[in-house]
């Protein structure tokens, strides 16, 4: 019995972790941040209805003009912090609520001469020249054929309208996008243009599906470049997975009468819903209907659906259960990134082309 504990103990001793946790998972100040960050979320979804009501409450009382209102803004935006608060919404669609709300106070004040003090010369400027060049009522310049004064003067216009914005922005405790808009501009208006499209583009499902793909081939490449591996491959994977549902969903009623032909261990549930497949029903539905072409080198003929579902395979690494039944005690390795990298390159290649001539947008061959 001694000797069976012993062996137990020694057994622990040589088999202890090989790969070192970050100390900030579990030193005492990393819990604490957890449990704050927990809380947070636990009240934004405790005054979310409260918050609710009262922004309603107030777009019923308040009938014209409501888009200009500072106290309707005020609520709007306490909102769309609880929705945040509560991990709702995302926060590219937080700061398009948000900055939407400010920026409808802030165009009410322009339209109502508010910041005439600091346009009227600039506004007047731009007039005389106007006149000067005898431009009608309903004309205008494209604005590379502008004169080069009048394009001074339009810039002054739009980086005075800025600042009052960003002041806008303070003024309603927005501080973090006052200095976003302020510093990095373009930063400000990518978030807020992915917010729109949140809201707005929800459904157009193609076009979002290619956004995620080249987000995945980004986030893959950055973590190669961390040697975080087994998160590259992961992500190469999730992207394959992408480009086959946007080829699917392109010939939908192909891919539909495809799928149900297919055996049963992958024949989908929903054969007129390619989003809800599995990978390896993706992967046949494209090897059958040809839109995965054989790859050839010197050497060999690689099949499309192979490679494939080698990546899949890597990828599916990615399960605890899977890795230990197959390839305990290893790690996902450089090599593996690059064979990974290789499968994704070459079937994206063979692939995007075919997407975009079947959009029948014109662009480039190997762009999504």
């Not at 809380?39 to 209805?49: N, S």
Request: aromatic content about 6%.
């Amino acid at each position: 019995m001694a000797d069976r504990a012993e062996d137990s103990m020694i057994k622990r001793k040589l088999l202890k972790p090989l790969t070192r946790r970050r100390l900030s998972m579990r030193d005492r100040n990393g819990i604490l941040r957890a449990l704050e960050r927990l809380d947070i979320r636990a009240i934004g979804q405790d005054i979310l209805p409260e918050v609710v009501e009262a922004f309603s409450a107030t777009r019923r009382s308040r009938k014209t003009d409501s888009w200009k209102d500072p106290t309707r803004a005020r609520q709007f935006i306490a909102l769309a912090l609880a929705l945040r608060a509560s991990r709702r919404i995302s926060r590219q669609e937080f700061v398009f609520y948000a900055s939407s709300a400010v920026e409808g106070v802030h165009e009410g004040r322009c339209m109502g001469g508010e910041n005439d003090d600091d346009l009227r010369e600039i506004r007047e400027g731009m007039a005389a020249i106007e006149r000067k060049y005898q431009l009608g009522a309903d004309e205008y310049w494209p604005t590379r054929e502008a004169p080069k004064e009048y394009q001074r003067l339009s810039q002054q216009y739009s980086s005075v309208l800025d600042k009052c914005f960003i002041r806008a922005l303070r003024e309603f405790g927005l501080d973090e996008f006052a200095a976003l808009k302020e510093n990095a501009p373009s930063e400000f208006e990518r978030l807020r243009e992915r917010g729109r499209r949140a809201l707005h583009h929800a459904s157009d499902i193609i076009p979002a599906l290619k956004d995620i793909v080249v987000q995945y081939e980004v986030d893959a490449s950055r973590a190669a470049s961390a040697s975080a591996y087994s998160a590259a491959v992961t992500l190469l994977g999730a992207g394959l997975e992408g480009l086959l549902l946007i080829r699917c969903l392109r010939s939908s009623r192909k891919a539909q009468v495809i799928a149900e032909s297919l055996p049963r261990r992958v024949r989908p549930r929903s054969p007129s819903e390619p989003a809800t497949w599995t990978f390896e029903t993706l992967i046949e539905t494209c090897q059958k209907a040809r839109w995965l072409p054989p790859v050839s080198t010197s050497i060999a003929e690689y099949r499309g659906a192979g490679l494939a579902h080698l990546l899949r395979e890597i990828r599916n690494f990615v399960h605890p259960a899977r890795r230990v039944r197959e390839r305990p005690w290893s790690e996902v390795d450089e090599e593996d990134y690059h064979d990974a990298e290789a499968i994704y390159t070459i079937l994206r290649s063979r692939m995007v082309g075919k997407i975009d001539r079947i959009d029948g947008s014109g662009g480039p061959r190997d762009s999504l």
